[in-house]
């Protein structure tokens, strides 16, 4: 299993961003797809997720900014980060969760500043 990622770059605060991560391979039940992120001196948590059948999770410090969505039949997830704040610059990582095996991608940076 594969995971691509993308969209990461550098925005001002209150501007948006909107990450994308495209999942292949032997792919057999996927049960859950999230994002994560890490900034530097910190440990890596979640920012949201989604499962198989779309309940979504959120971390706190990004309810009623992001929103994650996922397209089934694509095997992709998405991330759509408004109203930005340099407390989210990060690596943002996207992850899978199969039946049996918990899978990264590469991370893509995120950075927020003027």
């Known amino acids: 299993v594969q995971l691509q990622a993308s969209g990461g770059g550098l925005v001002q605060p209150g501007g948006s961003l909107r990450l994308s991560c495209a999942a292949s391979g032997s792919i057999f039940s996927i049960e859950l797809m999230g994002w994560y992120r890490q900034a530097p001196g910190e440990q890596r948590g979640l920012v949201a997720s989604i499962t198989s059948g779309g309940s979504t999770n959120y971390a706190d410090s990004v309810k009623g900014r992001f929103t994650i969505s996922r397209d089934s039949a694509k095997n992709t997830v998405h991330l759509q980060m408004n109203s930005l704040k340099p407390t989210d610059t990060a690596v943002y990582y996207c992850?899978?969760?199969?039946?049996?095996?918990?899978?990264w991608g590469q991370g893509t940076l995120v950075t927020v500043s003027s």
């Open positions: 992850g899978l969760q199969t039946a049996n095996k918990f899978y």
